[in-house]
Nanobody, 126 residues
């Protein structure tokens, strides 16, 4: 079992930055690939970014590529999402997720992750 708790969400103006954190507990964090997803009102949950458990591989949705950066600190059992140049369309609840997979694997599908956090709200004003 893995428990995930997101933090760092909030209200920011367009063009601003936020850094989300996801703290994991309960199992060997370094054995899990991690992902960030988001869900806006009335829309399906969508993939944002993913990172392998080694940290060597990352993958991004086209909508955030060049603006968001995913990283992890296995010593702190934490994965981060640095979000720069935020846009109003980035407004959503952001979720982190964990999947027990081989070391270099990154996953983009919501159905491929085993564990989910409760989410943190990000609101970008225009």
């Amino acid at each position: 079992q893995v428990q995930l708790v997101e933090s760092g969400g909030g209200l920011v103006q367009a063009g601003g930055s936020l850094r989300l954190s996801c703290a994991a507990s309960g199992h060997t964090f370094s054995s899990y690939a991690m992902g960030w997803f988001r869900q806006a009102p009335g829309k399906e949950r969508e993939f944002v970014a993913a990172i392998s458990w080694s940290g060597g591989n990352t993958y991004y949705a086209d909508s955030v590529k060049g603006r968001f950066t995913i990283s992890r600190d296995n010593a702190k059992n934490t994965v981060y999402l640095q979000m720069n140049s935020l846009k109003p369309e980035d407004t959503a609840i952001y979720y982190c997720a964990a999947a027990y997979v081989p070391p270099t694997t990154v996953l983009a599908g919501t159905g491929l992750y085993n564990y989910w956090g409760q989410g943190t709200q990000v609101t970008v004003s225009s």
